[in-house]
């Protein structure tokens, strides 16, 4: 069974960089076939998708968000983060990480909310 699991603060302050770690059991990052994806959805809002991770460790984003945005991993931990830098209160939102196997979301992460406010 895979499990995704979600962490990093819940309050980040206006114009700094919000670092979240998605921790995944079950599977490993660099099984085959397997994309890790960033996904969030503000209050009122549909789902963003914001960027993905592949099983090889190749990067693509929005391209809406591509300039603050990035993307990594550690294999040795079964992680994959994100970071979003020069956060405004527009990026107050419940951020997903996801698994994504033959173009479609297989298992979501519970999500974690962001707030951005000084």
């Known amino acids: 069974q895979v499990q995704l699991q979600e962490s990093g603060p819940g309050l980040v302050k206006p114009s700094q960089t919000l670092s979240l770690t998605c921790t995944v059991s079950g599977v490993s990052i660099t099984t085959n076939y397997n994309d890790w994806f960033w996904i969030r959805q503000a209050p009122g809002k549909g789902l963003e998708w914001m960027g993905g991770?592949?099983?090889?460790?190749?990067?693509y984003y929005n391209p809406t968000l591509r300039s603050r945005t990035s993307i990594s991993w550690d294999t040795a931990k079964n992680q994959f983060t994100l970071q979003l830098t020069s956060v405004t209160p527009e990026d107050a939102a419940l951020y997903y990480c996801?698994?994504?196997?033959?173009?479609?979301?297989?298992?979501w992460g519970q999500g974690t909310q962001v707030t951005v406010s000084s």
């Open positions: 991770i592949k099983n090889f460790g190749h990067t």
């Open positions: 996801a698994r994504d196997s033959n173009y479609a979301i297989r298992d």
